[in-house]
């Protein structure tokens, strides 16, 4: 059974920081990107940052700068590091998995919220 688990969200003011951790089982982790994407309400999912199988990067222009995405394929956990936060960066933060190799599967967490507000 594949599993998702997000964790570190929470409420921090504006200009704090925080890290969220997505733990992987059930899933040959080093073959997938691991995705981290946004929902606020009313607003559509928006991918926040990529990091691929072979440790490739991508960031949303709203985020470059200010968050930092890593991986860690012998823990099965891919994190993202999130500094100089701003109200505009709440939303639910939900973890997707992407195999990269062999069959098309995909593979999403349950989220975690996180609130930026003073």
């Not at 504006?14 to 606020?40: K, N």
Request: charged share 15%; proline share 3%; with cysteine.
């Amino acid at each position: 059974q594949v599993q998702l688990v997000e964790s570190g969200g929470g409420l921090v003011q504006p200009g704090g920081s925080l890290r969220l951790s997505c733990t992987a089982s059930g899933i040959i982790f080093s073959i997938y990107a691991m995705d981290w994407y946004r929902q606020a309400p009313g607003k559509q999912r928006e991918l926040v940052a990529s990091i691929s199988h072979d440790g490739s990067i991508y960031y949303a222009d709203s985020v470059k700068g200010r968050f930092t995405i890593s991986r860690d394929n012998a823990k099965n956990m891919v994190y993202l590091e999130m500094n100089s936060l701003k109200p505009e960066d709440t939303a639910v933060y939900l973890c997707n998995a992407r195999a990269m190799l062999g069959p098309a599967k995909n593979y999403w967490g349950q989220g975690t919220q996180v609130t930026v507000s003073s």
